[in-house]
Nanobody
Framework: QVQLVESGGGLVQAGGSLRLSCVAS????????KAWFRQGPGKEREIVAV????????YYAASVKGRFAISRDNAKNQMYLQMNSLTPENTAVYYC???????????????WGRGTQVTVSS
């Protein structure tokens, strides 16, 4: 099992930026598909971005493409989500997740962090 802990959330004005971090411990994190999901108020959990264990395959939700960037540092067992040009619609709890296969479906991921709140004010 991989233990995941997110950080970096907070309150930001529309148009601002935040960088979320996710630190992993446990099994070899570098060999997992890694993803960021989010769950807004009254909404279902949805995919934000994914990359496979090698980093060669990446997916971004259409609503964040060009504004958000997922990255990793295998040496530090960390992954990141750089979020730019934030809008109030991006307000949500953001979760990092790890799983065995490249997928945009939450049920495909075995390991989850507890989430970090991102609030974007207008």
């Amino acid at each position: 099992q991989v233990q995941l802990v997110e950080s970096g959330g907070g309150l930001v004005q529309a148009g601002g930026s935040l960088r979320l971090s996710c630190v992993a411990s446990g099994r070899t994190f570098s060999m997992h598909t890694k993803a960021w999901f989010r769950q807004g108020p009254g909404k279902e959990r949805e995919i934000v971005a994914v990359f496979d264990w090698s980093g060669s395959s990446t997916y971004y939700a259409a609503s964040v493409k060009g504004r958000f960037a997922i990255s990793r540092d295998n040496a530090k067992n960390q992954m990141y989500l750089q979020m730019n040009s934030l809008t109030p619609e991006n307000t949500a709890v953001y979760y990092c997740a790890a799983g065995p296969a490249f997928s945009i479906t939450a049920t495909s991921y075995y390991d989850w962090g507890r989430g970090t709140q991102v609030t974007v004010s207008s």
